[in-house]
Nanobody, 116 residues
Framework: QVQLVESGGGFVQPGGSLRLSCAASGLAFSMYDLRWQRQAPGKQREIVASMSYDLRHTTYSDAVKGRFTASRDNANNSAYLQMNNLKPDDTAMYFC?????????WGQGTQVTVSS
């Protein structure tokens, strides 16, 4: 059974930082591209970062570029999203999403709330 489990969300003041983690099991993690996506109430789901399976390519949305850093540790079936200089607009549920032609898997999400 494939599982993706996000953790690390929470409440933080503007300008603060959080580090999200995604622990994967039940799949050949190193063969999957991975996205961090977020969903805020009343807004469309947004891809904030994408990483290729081989770590050669990482892209970011304009909204987070320069503030967020995505990484992955294929040896430990894990992925991370370091979020710095957080803004209220970053408030959302954050999901990790592993995908390739064989499957498309999601975690349950972790809530990030940025507020003063």
């Amino acid at each position: 059974q494939v599982q993706l489990v996000e953790s690390g969300g929470g409440f933080v003041q503007p300008g603060g930082s959080l580090r999200l983690s995604c622990a994967a099991s039940g799949l050949a993690f190193s063969m999957y591209d991975l996205r961090w996506q977020r969903q805020a109430p009343g807004k469309q789901r947004e891809i904030v970062a994408s990483m290729s399976y081989d770590l050669r390519h990482t892209t970011y949305s304009d909204a987070v570029k320069g503030r967020f850093t995505a990484s992955r540790d294929n040896a430990n079936n894990s992925a991370y999203l370091q979020m710095n200089n957080l803004k209220p607009d970053d408030t959302a549920m954050y999901f990790c999403n592993a995908y390739n032609r064989l499957g498309d898997y999601w975690g349950q999400g972790t809530q990030v709330t940025v507020s003063s």
